[in-house]
């Protein structure tokens, strides 16, 4: 991967809001069309995760029903991935890493300037979307 855009996926808790934001291009699970829409993305342990506070939400539908989608970086570099979405499942993980998310959204300086507290962890357990997100080796554009 090329060193701009491994950079571009380096965030960190001080990253603001635009470091984080993304547009992702997924297929319908019901219709096979191409769905663009933007999300934000998280860094919890040096690995890559798509999540939102808790709701019900399309694109998660989508990468379950088809893992493969398009990871656009657009703020500062732009580049479409190729990816693969993995929901995460087990509860354990699931905690460790909405327990990060909950403290990054939480931080004392927002870089978002979204509202705080954010939703418990017990509401992300239950309520929020959580894929691991793979780039196959050698397919950045």
């Not at 860094?43 to 539908?61: D, K, Q």
């Not at 962890?121 to 239950?126: I, T």
Request: no cysteine; charged share 20%; proline share 10%.
């Amino acid at each position: 991967m090329e060193p701009r855009i491994e950079r571009a996926l380096a965030i960190t808790p001080a990253s603001g809001a635009r470091e984080r934001t993304i547009d992702i291009t997924t297929t319908g699970a019901r219709t096979g069309r191409p769905r663009r829409i933007e999300v934000w993305f998280y860094r919890v342990g040096g690995r890559i995760y798509l999540s939102t506070t808790p709701a019900r939400r399309s694109w998660y539908a989508n990468i379950v029903a088809n893992p493969a989608f398009v990871f656009h970086l657009k703020n500062g570099v732009r580049a479409d991935l190729p990816a693969v979405g993995t929901p995460v499942l087990d509860p354990a993980r699931r905690e460790a890493v909405f327990t990060a998310i909950i403290a990054d959204l939480n931080q004392p300086w927002n870089p978002a300037g979204i509202p705080q507290p954010v939703a418990s962890l017990d509401e992300w357990m239950q309520g929020s979307p959580l894929v691991s997100v793979e780039f196959p080796e050698g397919d950045s554009e």
